[in-house]
């Protein structure tokens, strides 16, 4: 695990371009159409102790379902009807927290492979401590159960690059980014719902009304994003 830390905080410290990061051993590049074993095999090989990999007959179309083990610690990867990608590393990584984390590597935002880093969860402090917080996150996005990676429509993702290419002075927290495409979308929504005679004025009215409230509430705590 040394190893990646190195080339994780070279980088950070301008010993290393971002060309020679997106080709060192520190990315794990995983390809939208992978098979989910696979992707826990890889991310298990970066870890100093190893998790159990079994598989659990369930009955359905996709397969095997993927179970995690370690010591007493067992968790069945809850993929309801069908094996997802984003569903496989979240569970991955909740499972190994705290002891390591798992990050998006969103510099591949936007292509069917994207990167992922794993990290020990004290290498990852170590590098918030040294290079800040919103710094690291902007390259190594954080995990959590909500986090959509593969499942991305292209609209959020054209929007979310277009974020970060013109990010001076916005906030540059991705989930914070993807929250605001959020409200943006559901206002693109609720107008073509009004054009197209889905929805009354009255509804319009009422439903516009209430996003823009959230809208406001969200500029209120993080500032304007455009």
Known sequence: MEDMYTLVKDFFSHDMDLDDLFDSEAIIWIDWREDDEDVVRYFNDMVDEP?????????????????????NKELLIPYGDEKNRDVTIKYFNEFVKPDYEVRWFTESLGNDTLGFTVLSGAEWAKLNDEFGVDTVRYYFEPINLKSNMFNLDMDEVFALLALRENSEGVNTDFSVQLDWITIINKEKALTEQKE????????????????QQIKDEFIATHGEME
């Open 196 to 211: 197209k005679g889905q929805i009354d004025l009255k509804q319009y009215m009422v439903a516009k009304q209430e996003l």
């Open 51 to 71: 998790i159990d990999i079994q598989t659990a007959s369930n009955g359905k179309p996709y397969g095997d379902d993927i179970v995690l083990q370690k010591g």
